[in-house]
């Protein structure tokens, strides 16, 4: 009875969002494993159990290894997205964290874009990253001729061989200036005694920052990368609005958008789950490690 008393009032607040939660997302997850797993390959319904045939068909036969082709685009996409995003982000925080004047129009620049959308920016990076040459040129392949810089013009996305390291250009700029933040964030939570005491025993610039400063970064680097990784397994809206549904860049969440227009729950219920653990992969040794870590604390 006590501990209904100290409990009770807590778990009768909380249980609007626990139940939303439950039905919302446990529940939908549920019924999507339930659909991966059946024969609903129309809209006439499931006549039964096909366990994991909808898988194991995903990965030996897709017509053309489109899953496998997909899992691929979103290997690069993700690889030079957040090496490009982490790049940027620290180079900027590092800078305004340096000493600049008029900082707070810098940090301003460099977080604008997150206020854009990801549809918006998308179509403006269509028209930058026009593949046309030539007379034809536009965009960023238009400033290049102007420059006389014709040599550098090139297919961008509809390129064969790297269009998808292409497309996650519109991500970094978009997404650069929240890793500066998350950096000059933990630039500016670094005590000042640390750097002193750098300071008298005789630590160069170099040293400091390589020694002392960065090591500190650990923890905020670590937790960027989750975020964008995550965030870059479901990227779906800038792709589709720079590209539309092509095949040179077709990632497993398009895949699943144009699974589902043909009515084939069962396949697209799978590939959602695949993603699913694809992300859960990322992210549960995360919430670990820094469960741990509070323990320890």
Request: charged residues 15%; proline residues 4%; hydrophobic residues 55%.
């Amino acid at each position: 009875m006590r501990k209904l008393r100290h409990w009770g009032p807590g778990l009768l607040l909380l249980s609007p969002s626990l139940i939303l939660l439950a039905v919302f997302v446990y529940g939908l997850i549920a019924w999507t494993t339930k659909v991966s797993v059946s024969d609903e390959h129309n809209a006439l319904g499931s006549k039964g159990f096909a366990g994991l045939e909808n898988y194991t068909k995903l990965f030996t036969n897709d017509i053309n290894d489109r899953f496998t082709h997909s899992l691929k685009n979103l290997l690069v996409f993700t690889v030079v997205f957040l090496v490009g995003a982490m790049f940027f982000g620290l180079l900027w925080a590092f800078i305004l964290e340096r000493g600049v004047k008029a900082e707070g129009f810098f940090r301003t620049v460099y977080l604008f874009p997150m206020a854009v959308s990801f549809v918006a920016s998308g179509v403006v990076w269509r028209w930058l990253m026009n593949p046309n040459k030539g007379d034809s040129a536009g965009g960023l392949n238009s400033v290049l001729g102007g420059l006389g810089l014709d040599f550098l013009q090139n297919t961008w996305w509809t390129n064969p061989d790297w269009g998808m390291a292409a497309m996650a250009i519109p991500a970094i700029w978009q997404l650069s200036g929240y890793v500066m933040a998350l950096f000059l964030a933990g630039f500016r939570g670094i005590p000042q005694e640390l750097r002193e005491a750098a300071a008298m025993d005789g630590a160069s610039t170099y040293r400091l920052y390589r020694n002392v400063i960065f090591p500190q970064l650990t923890p905020v680097a670590l937790s960027a990368l989750i975020i964008l990784g995550h965030m870059s397994m479901k990227m779906f809206d800038l792709i589709m609005s720079v590209s539309g549904p092509q095949w040179l860049t077709e990632v497993p969440a398009i895949y699943v958008w144009q699974t589902l227009l043909t009515s084939d729950y069962a396949k697209a219920a799978a590939i959602s789950i695949i993603l699913l653990l694809l992300v859960a992969v990322v992210i549960v040794p995360y919430l670990i490690y820094t469960n741990r870590q509070e323990k320890n604390a």
